[in-house]
């Protein structure tokens, strides 16, 4: 399984964004997928997470109320929208697949599988 980010972009405080993540099997309805991010000098963090169904879906508390983790039609894509961006959302942000599980999981060494990451940074 082949994972691929794309949307990193640089922002503004207050703006959004849509990061995507497409995988290389058509097979995504099955598994537990997440989000984890990277910010700068720190440890790998997690982010989002959302059921094979997409009917559940697990938050950081810091991105709660702000971030949406979702399953795009084509059953092969995740997205996570990023509404009211804060500085500290600055980071390298990953995607991840659990093929063991079908419910969201917080936990980054419970994912199989993982993407090489798109940037998110900040413009002053």
């Known amino acids: 399984v082949q994972l691929v980010e794309s949307g990193g972009d640089l922002v503004q405080a207050g703006g959004s964004l849509r990061l995507s993540c497409v995988g290389s099997v058509n097979t995504y309805n099955a598994y537990t997928m997440g989000w984890f991010r990277q910010p700068p000098g720190k440890e790998r963090e997690f982010v989002a997470s959302i059921s094979w169904s997409g009917v559940n879906q697990d938050y950081a508390d810091s991105v709660k109320g702000r971030f949406t983790i979702s399953k795009g039609n084509a059953k092969n894509t995740v997205y996570l929208q990023m509404n009211n961006l804060k500085p500290e959302d600055a980071a390298v942000y990953y995607c991840?697949?659990?093929?063991?599980?079908?419910?969201?999981?917080?936990?980054?060494?419970?994912?199989?599988?993982w993407g090489q990451g798109t940037r998110v940074t900040f413009s002053s």
């Open positions: 991840a697949a659990d093929v063991h599980s079908r419910i969201p999981v917080m936990s980054a060494s419970e994912y199989d599988f």
